[in-house]
C-alpha cells in the first residue's frame, strides 16, 4: 500500500518542473523507485544542434532596443511619412491615426491622466524605438515585413510628429530616433504586485 | 441506406474461418455507411442489434456532443461550461495570436540562440527532441481575461474563456541555456516568435532558468498550430502573452527590449500617474462553471462545480459562498492539485429554490484571496485592463435560470 502510494506520489513529483522533480531525489533513490537524476551524468554539451553563423543570425536579427541598439542605417522625416502613410496605414488607422478602425495612434494631448484610457503613442508608449522595431516587423498588417529601413524611419518620423513630439523636419536615424523624448516613460513602473493577501 | 443494410447482415460463421478476410474487407469499403456511424440516429433504434464502428485510424467526438471554440477577430474562447475536470482538449485549448496562426514546415524549423553566450547555436526540431525532455501540467491563461455583462447573459467561456490547460512537454530552456553557455552577466532574454507578427517578449532570465520549457508536444501529441506548432516557449503561471509560440529566435541580454506588446500592451493603467509593466504573474482565481448561464436548473441538490488557478503556486482553498458572500463554505478540492494548474472544485448544496447568488473564492499558497470586482477597481483607482481577476457571482431566478453578476 505504502509502496502504491509512493509509485502515485513520484508519478505527480515527475509532472512537476524539471528542476522540482530532481529535489529530494537521494530518499527516491534510496526507496529503489526511480532512477536518480540523468543531470548527475549530464556532459558539459550534449553537442546537439550546429554552430549559428553570424550572417543567418544577421539575417533575423531585427529587433531594436531603446539605446537604439540594432537601428539599421537610413533615415526619414515626417514629410516623407506622410505620403506612406496615406498610401500604406490609412486604410486601417484613419487619415490622420485617430479615426480607426483599428488601434488609434495618434493623440491631441500627450499629457492627459484622462486621455490615456486610449493608449495612443503620443500619451502612452514609453520608448520612440518601439515604433520602429514594431513598424518593421510587424505592419501594415496586409503585408508585413515589406517596408524599407528608409520607409520605416520617415513613417516613424510621421506618427511622432502627428502625436506633437518632433518637428516635421527632424531627421530620424538610428542616432537620432533614441533621444525622442516620449511623454509617457515617466509613468511606467516595474510589477509592483506581490504573493501573499495584497490586492494591486 | 436499408439496402446495404440488408446486405450486411453477415452470419457469424461467415465472418469466421477461411471467408473471413474477404467479408471483412466488404463491410470495410463497399458496405462501410451500413455501420452506425453512418446512420443517423433515428435509424439505429437498437444499438444492441446491428453491429457497431470498426476500430479507426482516429477517434471521434459523439454526435451528440458539440462543445467549440467563441472565436472573434483575435482570439478563439474554450468552453468551460462544457468541460469536465482540468485538462482542456487541445482542440478547444484557448487561440490568441497577433497575425494568425502560420504554417511552419517542422523539417525546416530553427531555433536560433545568439547574444551573450558563448556558443550561439541552431537547433532543429529533431536536435530539440534528442535533449533531456520534461513534462508539466500547467495551465496558460491571457492577460486580458475578463468579460462581463451588464443584462447577466454570458458564459463562463466569453467571461473568461481565454484560460485553458494541458500537460506540456518539451526540453527546459535551462538545458539549452547550459548549452550555448550563457553569460553570468546576462539579465534578460528576448523571445521571437515566427509568425507574421514576429511577436517579441523580454522575460527575465531568472524564469528562464527556473521553470520555462520549449514546449514540442501538447497533451501527448504535437503541439497544435493555434498553440505554437512546431514549438513554442511555456512560460507556467505567466500572462499567455510571454509564452511566445512559433519560437524562432532567442536573444540573450541585459536588458528588455521594450517591445511593443510590454509596452503599449500587456501594461495596465493604475490609478493617475502609473503604468505598470512586466506584470508576468497570473493572479489567483476561480469561477464556478456549473451552475453557470446559459444552464437551467432545479431546486434540490446541486453539486457546484468550478475551477481554480493561480501562477503563484498551488491553489490551497476554495470558498464557496451561497448567499451573496454573506458566508463561505469549503469546497472540495479535486486531486490532484498541482502548482501553477487548474484545480477542480465542487460543493454540493442543496437549494431551497429562492433566488440567491453563488460564488466561488479561491486563495492560494502564498495567502492571496481572490479579490471582489469593486476591490480590484479600488486598488488600481477605477481602471480596468490586464490581469483582473474578480470574483465572479451567479445569480439563481426562482425559475431556476441562472445569470451573471458582477462583484
Known amino acids: 500500500m505504502i509502496k502504491k502510494l509512493s509509485v502515485i506520489t513520484v508519478l505527480f513529483v515527475s509532472l512537476a518542473s524539471y528542476r522540482s522533480y530532481t529535489d529530494g531525489w537521494q530518499e527516491r533513490v534510496s526507496e529503489g523507485l526511480v532512477a536518480k537524476p540523468d543531470t548527475l551524468e549530464w556532459p558539459k554539451s550534449f553537442g546537439f544542434g550546429r554552430p549559428a553563423t553570424e550572417k543567418e543570425i544577421a539575417a533575423i536579427d531585427i529587433d531594436i532596443r531603446p539605446d537604439g541598439k540594432g537601428l539599421p542605417a537610413g533615415q526619414g522625416n515626417a514629410v516623407t511619412g506622410k505620403a506612406i502613410y496615406a498610401a500604406k496605414c490609412s486604410a486601417c488607422h484613419g487619415a490622420t491615426g485617430i479615426e480607426g478602425p483599428n488601434d488609434r495612434l495618434v493623440v491631441g494631448d500627450t499629457s492627459s491622466v484622462k486621455s490615456r484610457r486610449v493608449k495612443a503613442i503620443g500619451n502612452y508608449w514609453p520608448y520612440a524605438t518601439t515604433v520602429f522595431d514594431y513598424v518593421r516587423r510587424a505592419m501594415p498588417f496586409n503585408e508585413p515585413g515589406s517596408l524599407t529601413d528608409e520607409e520605416v524611419y520617415s513613417l516613424t518620423a510621421y506618427l511622432l510628429h502627428a502625436n506633437g513630439l518632433i518637428d516635421s523636419k527632424k531627421v530620424l536615424n538610428a542616432k537620432t530616433l533614441p533621444q525622442v523624448d516620449m511623454p509617457a516613460k515617466k509613468y511606467y513602473v516595474p510589477d509592483d504586485r506581490e504573493d501573499g493577501p495584497v490586492i494591486r | ?407
Not at chain 2, 532543429?124 to 534528442?130: E, F, M, Y
Request: charged share 25%.
Open chain 2, 1 to 407: 441506406m436499408m439496402e446495404i443494410q440488408k446486405d450486411n447482415k453477415f452470419s457469424r460463421r461467415k465472418l469466421l474461418g477461411g471467408a473471413a478476410t474477404a467479408a471483412v474487407v466488404l463491410v470495410q469499403t463497399a458496405s462501410g455507411k451500413a455501420f452506425q456511424a453512418g446512420m443517423t440516429h433515428k435509424e439505429i433504434e437498437d444499438t444492441t442489434k446491428i453491429q457497431g464502428v470498426l476500430p479507426g485510424t482516429l477517434g471521434t467526438r459523439s454526435d451528440f456532443e458539440k462543445p467549440v471554440k467563441a472565436p472573434s477577430p483575435t482570439s478563439s474562447r474554450t468552453p468551460l461550461q462544457d468541460l469536465y475536470g482540468t485538462i482542456t482538449p487541445s482542440d478547444l485549448h484557448y487561440e490568441r495570436h497577433h497575425g494568425g496562426v502560420p504554417a511552419i514546415d517542422p523539417s525546416k524549423y530553427e531555433l536560433v540562440i545568439h547574444g551573450m553566450v558563448d556558443k550561439p547555436m541552431v537547433f532543429t526540431l529533431a536536435d530539440l527532441k534528442r535533449f533531456p525532455s520534461v513534462s508539466r501540467i500547467a495551465f496558460l491563461e491571457c492577460s486580458g481575461n475578463y468579460r462581463g455583462a451588464n443584462d447577466g447573459k454570458i458564459r463562463p467561456q466569453d467571461i473568461c474563456g481565454l484560460t485553458s490547460q494541458s500537460e506540456w512537454t518539451g526540453v527546459a530552456l535551462s538545458t539549452l541555456f547550459r548549452e550555448v553557455g550563457v553569460s553570468s552577466k546576462a539579465t534578460w532574454f528576448l523571445a521571437e516568435g515566427g509568425d507574421a507578427a514576429v511577436m517579441t517578449r523580454s522575460v527575465p532570465m531568472t524564469k528562464g532558468w527556473k521553470d520555462a520549457i520549449i514546449a514540442y508536444a501538447q497533451n501527448g501529441e504535437a503541439v497544435r498550430p493555434e498553440q505554437g506548432y512546431p514549438a513554442r516557449l511555456f512560460l507556467p503561471g505567466w500572462e499567455g502573452n510571454t509564452s511566445v509560440k512559433w519560437i524562432r529566435r532567442i536573444e540573450v541580454s541585459d536588458q528588455p527590449y521594450m517591445t511593443r506588446e510590454e509596452t503599449s500592451k500587456y501594461t495596465e493603467s493604475v490609478g493617475p500617474a502609473k503604468i505598470r509593466q512586466f506584470s508576468f504573474t497570473m493572479d489567483t482565481r476561480s469561477i464556478i462553471t456549473y451552475p453557470s448561464y446559459p444552464a437551467s436548473v432545479e431546486k434540490g441538490w446541486i453539486e457546484i462545480r468550478g475551477i481554480a488557478w493561480s501562477g503563484r503556486g498551488k491553489i490551497v482553498r476554495v470558498e464557496v459562498s451561497t448567499n451573496a458572500g454573506k458566508s463561505w463554505q469549503l469546497a472540495a478540492l479535486q486531486d490532484p492539485v498541482l502548482d501553477k494548474s487548474i484545480t477542480a472544485f465542487r460543493y454540493l448544496w442543496n437549494w431551497d429554490g429562492e433566488p440567491t447568488e453563488i460564488m466561488s473564492r479561491a486563495i492560494d499558497e502564498t495567502g492571496y484571496v481572490q479579490p471582489f470586482l469593486k476591490q480590484l477597481l479600488e486598488a488600481r483607482g477605477g481602471n480596468m485592463g490586464y490581469h483582473f481577476n474578480p470574483v465572479t457571482a451567479w445569480y439563481l431566478q426562482k425559475d431556476g435560470k441562472v445569470l451573471f453578476k458582477a462583484t
